[in-house]
């Protein structure tokens, strides 16, 4: 069974301050998606990753997918409370519309 | 585009009644899967199907039916509702070129 580990669980932060959140799994996934949540709602695809090192950017949200292929990171910069939501990792293996999500990120921004 | 349609978006039922949740989706994407989110367990994988005519269990597929007879439509089944099953329930489609687009939910409670 392929695992992703999310970190931290729950995160509150002031408006303006920079956030990482990780993704880590002893699995390599073909591609690897980020995912934000917000409450009564689905998941809304930010961003895929799929080469090994890869970094994308989407305004102040930084992606960055392991050389591996097995960990993500999602960094946001000067946070406002817009970005308030739940944050999901999830890689993706070659049999594909079979995805291992991890348990989510609570961020909380304070104005 | 209506994208990914699921119904009812709340539901109560009765320990040991049986429902099904509806699925439907206008985009002819080849992949359709059903999670359900529990609080601080993310999504986890219940059935997926990779065609028509073709299903597979996910991680917790205990409890729950599926079939796909055309590639629009991926209901899921209750056999007999159990209060373990008191969930919110996403559906997801995708394609090999495209990532996953979730429903809004459908918020299931058994009493």
């Known amino acids: 069974t392929q695992l992703l580990e999310q970190s931290p669980q729950f995160l509150s932060i002031q408006e303006g301050e920079n956030l990482t959140v990780y993704c880590n799994s002893s699995s390599v996934f073909s591609s690897l998606q980020w995912y934000r949540q917000e409450p009564g709602e689905g998941p809304v695809l930010l961003v895929t990753v799929v080469t090994g090192g890869e970094v994308k950017k989407l305004k102040r949200l930084t992606f960055q997918f392991g050389d591996a292929r097995k960990d993500s990171s999602l960094h946001i910069t000067a946070a406002q409370p817009g970005d308030t939501g739940l944050y999901l990792c999830?890689?993706?293996?070659?049999?594909?519309?079979?995805?291992?999500f991890g348990d989510g990120t609570t961020l909380t921004v304070k104005p | 585009n209506a994208g990914v349609t699921q119904t009812p978006k709340f539901q109560v039922l009765k320990t040991g009644q049986s429902m099904t949740l509806q699925c439907a989706q206008d985009m002819n994407h080849e992949y359709m899967s059903w999670y359900r989110q529990d609080p601080g367990m993310g999504l986890r994988l219940i059935h997926y199907s990779v065609g028509a005519g073709i299903t597979d269990q996910g991680e917790v597929p205990n409890g729950y039916n599926v079939s796909r007879s055309t590639t629009e439509d991926f209901p899921l089944r209750l056999l007999s509702a159990a209060p373990s099953q008191t969930s919110v329930y996403f559906c997801?489609?995708?394609?090999?070129?495209?990532?996953?687009?979730f429903g809004d939910g459908t918020r299931l409670s058994i009493l």
């Open positions: 997801a489609s995708s394609s090999t070129d495209q990532p996953q687009h």
């Open positions: 999830a890689g993706l293996n070659t049999n594909a519309g079979k995805s291992t």
